[in-house]
């Protein structure tokens, strides 16, 4: 993997740069959607393609090795061939999964012993294991196995929690020092900081993470339910120990603004099912504020769904229509604003992107932010 | 509307025609895709017109009535407007679906009270205030008010309700001549051949049906549970009698073999929700006859789709995908299943139009025939 950053904003901590790997170039600040199952919900390939157009997606460790599981993504060649996608992939470590899966999971210095959440049965998940099944899977970006704290979360938990995120982390690297890579292209590791919503921990954690000297570096443990100046204050504190020449990748972040805030404090790289997950209840984001298409006030708004016209079906089809369609529960809403809100955030890191290269993104993003904040 | 015979098979009834209206030209044999509540399940407009390419789609006037109800359609100009989609549009004329709400309707010389399936809200239609519904929702091709009879029917119960729907029929056109068009591009009425499983009945309804002399006609009450054998018999018996130089519409017609059956006999259009529902539930047509994605068989077969490559989804996931998206209830699945099935009909009834042109369509329907009834 190659990290190339082109440029630095003057009044901010934001900045472009170009991740390339074996699957191609990676354009930063990016939004990756969230492909869970080896699928971006209610969204073709092609249309990820041609219509949202990111470098990269994600996948999800956890749902991948319950559902087709690991030995059918080998049997296919990976998931790239598995899901016919030939950009860029990232798996996450499971760690986020198993913290959701509270009560269902035992978490202990060996690993952590789940119930799977579609038939109960009981696995095992720990930094080795999760490092072979994320070779099997073939992402071009790989995660460190960690844990997750929720929010709150007591200091003396997330201390521990921090200290075992780190010991698992020198497992995951002597492991994939052992394992070979399964496929003809290069797998990049990223180790995780965690540290609750304490200072302290976040620096400690920071600066053992930045010391392992990976190619990029990730941020968990945000947007677990903390107000959004907490996690300001938390990236804030980690980007500015984080190596500069390597990706930061803020990990389950968030809403347009959220976003917008943390390039602002010097993340490359966001991920989260806000824009698909939103979508399915009819939510939608805009760079004018926000739409719930199920009112009934856009029962008889026969304006484009979005004006802006980023993706096609912003211009296609109408307000109206769409509401219809969700009054109706019919399946092609779900797409219709999934295709809108994904192709809405890929156009918000991309529009971030310029401005931070054009040198106003401050200005820019401010305005956006005061925008965004609406209700339409 | 303008009817063309373009060409007529020697060994078997099957004819190729062309159908112009204001809303461009529909060739025949066609399979129209159901779009029941302005939206074809599942399928974009675009994937619609650009994979699947049918000349015509099918709304249901029932439902659109009650969702989005014709004063938005109204206000949007029309169904092809709210809904996107320039080419033509048949709408049903509500009888099937009043027929089905059997214990939630009450049928009368006057018209039919029904209840709601969405609210329970009570409903009365006429063949008076169809007609006035079909104008507003403006298809190209509108339908006569109907009974549908059940199967079995009693013999005198499907001769007094097919009297009715005649009775019917000629409100309907009394209606319709003092209803002016509500857009600027024409509306064809259909009116529709009842008399369940009795050839006399049949017979009887099919020559009042022509000697009203509209500009298509339709064959009703066919594919709601007799054997295959005796719908083919009603409709060799009514194609006989309806007008050569009009195009003859069995309404909800079928599998593809009863398809192929029917052109045979002489039926230049069909509709039927069994390639989108089918496809829901995981079932393909093909050529070399059905698949059931969700066996087990296809986990590990990453063979494409479809080999036959009739739409982009067939080569672009392999069958093992499209399993796993099934068994992980994934919208996706749904979505390229529909596709699938659509573009598998709507080549379905090309092929046959080709075949009828170049003259050896009785050989080829045989051997379809044949092929497509297995189990892969």
Redesign the interface.
Known sequence: MKFQLESKDIQSKARAATITTDHGVIETPIFMPVGT???V??????ELKEQINPDIILGNTYHLYL??KTD?LE??GGLH????WDRNILTDSGGYQVYSLSGRRKIKEEGVKFKSHIDGSTHFFTPENVMEIQRTIGADIIMAFDECTPYPCEYNYARNSMHMTHRWLKRCINHLEKTPLKYDYNQTFFPIVQGSTYKDLRKQSAEFIASVEAEGNAIGGLSVGEPAEEMYEMTDVVCSILPEDKPRYLMGVGTPINILENIALGVDMFDCVMPTRNARNGMLFTAHGTINIKNKKW??D?SPIDPMGIT??DT???K??LR??F??K???G???ASIHNLGFYLWLTREARKHIIAGDFLDWKNKMVHQMNKRL
């Open positions: 199952v080896a699928t919900k209610g969204v073709h390939q092609s559902r087709p059918i049997q296919a061939k598995f899901m016919n029962e008889n026969f096609d079906v296609q089809y109408s109206a229509y219809h369609l009054a109706s019919e399946m092609l779900k797409q219709i």
